[in-house]
T-cell receptor
Framework: DAKTTQPNSMESNEEEPVHLPCNHS???????IHWYRQLPSQGPEYVIH???SNVNNRMASLAIAEDRKSSTLILHRATLRDAAVYYC???????????FGKGTRLHILP | NAGVTQTPKFRVLKTGQSMTLLCAQD?????MYWYRQDPGMGLRLIHY???????AKGEVPDGYNVSRLKKQNFLLGLESAAPSQTSVYFC????????????FGQGTRLTVV
């Protein structure tokens, strides 16, 4: 089973920030938190990852709770192109597998 | 640098036929993965490999076999296709370090009739 929990779907207005939550209460100290997204009819693509500190890149920001049991992917200014399924995944040191959950389907309203 | 390439992109099989899906990566990645994705669902791991000559079962391995004779290639075989194996298949590869990203292919859409 996936080690993360995400809402099934979310909606946001275009050009507004979006906060996508993820719970990972069983995370261990060396597990990395990764986010991927899957645009319609495409393979998943990497968005961002982090361990303990908040992370920023050109696509998004990742805010990690102090106890690491939850994280939030932040899209600062959503566009229609950001409509996708977003997956929060743990890459665990004790496990070679990459397991996907159901993800969050993000709808962007024009 | 092509990344992860899957062959073929589309295929229609009759029940009972066999076929092999090829995944090739040119990034010298140690890890490779095969997933299937059914309509409206997330990706489920079929088999994976942590290096040349090694394979391991994922979440849904039944009905599939894999081989990794060369580091850059990961083959997924269906010996006797069934309609339940109609799906989109994705391959991925990554370095072994957990702080690196995985790269995915564009998928193979397989229909078994």
């Amino acid at each position: 089973d996936a080690k993360t929990t995400q809402p099934n779907s979310m909606e946001s207005n275009e050009e507004e920030p979006v906060h996508l939550p993820c719970n990972h209460s069983t995370i261990s100290g060396t597990d990395y938190i990764h986010w991927y997204r899957q645009l319609p009819s495409q393979g998943p693509e990497y968005v961002i990852h982090g361990l303990t500190s908040n992370v920023n890149n050109r696509m998004a920001s990742l805010a990690i709770a102090e106890d690491r049991k939850s994280s939030t992917l932040i899209l600062h200014r959503a566009t229609l192109r950001d409509a996708a399924v977003y997956y929060c995944i743990l890459r665990e040191n004790r496990d070679d597998k990459i397991i996907f959950g159901k993800g969050t389907r993000l709808h962007i309203l024009p | 640098n092509a990344g992860v390439t899957q062959t073929p992109k589309f295929r229609v099989l009759k029940t009972g036929q066999s076929m092999t899906l090829l995944c090739a990566q040119d990034m010298n990645h140690e890890y490779m993965y095969w997933y299937r994705q059914d309509p409206g669902m997330g990706l489920r791991l079929i088999h994976y490999s942590v290096g040349e000559g090694t394979t391991a079962k994922g979440e849904v391995p039944d009905g599939y076999n894999v081989s990794r004779l060369k580091k850059q290639n990961f083959l997924l075989g269906l010996e006797s296709a069934a309609p339940s194996q109609t799906s989109v298949y994705f391959c991925a590869s990554s370095y072994l370090q957990r702080n690196t990203e995985a790269f995915f292919g564009q998928g193979t859409r397989l229909t078994v009739v």
